[in-house]
Nanobody
């Protein structure tokens, strides 16, 4: 079992930055890949970014490359999402998730297929 708890959401103005954190517990953190997703009101959940178990490999939704950065600290059992140049359309509930896939984690997470999910944290970007 893996428990995931997101934090760091809040209200920010257009152009501002936020860093989300996701603290994991349970299974050995360095044994699984992690991803971030978001869901805006009335829309489906969408993939944002993912990082391999080691942190060496990262993948992003094409539309978010350059503004968002995913990273992880295995010593702290935490994955981060740094969000810069925020826009009102970034307003959503942001979720972290864990994938136990050893080789196909990137494909799985891009398809929003994860083994464990957090409860989400609200990010609101005002215009």
């Amino acid at each position: 079992q893996v428990q995931l708890v997101e934090s760091g959401g809040g209200l920010v103005q257009t152009g501002g930055s936020l860093r989300l954190s996701c603290a994991a517990s349970g299974r050995t953190f360095s044994s699984y890949a992690m991803g971030w997703f978001r869901q805006a009101p009335g829309k489906e959940r969408e993939f944002v970014a993912a990082v391999s178990w080691s942190g060496d490999v990262t993948i992003y939704a094409d539309a978010l490359k350059g503004r968002f950065t995913i990273s992880r600290d295995n010593a702290k059992n935490t994955v981060y999402l740094q969000m810069n140049s925020l826009k009102p359309e970034d307003t959503a509930v942001y979720f972290c998730a864990a994938s136990l896939q050893t080789t196909a984690w990137g494909i799985a997470l891009r398809r929003s297929q994860a083994d464990y999910w957090g409860q989400g944290t609200q990010v609101t970007v005002s215009s």
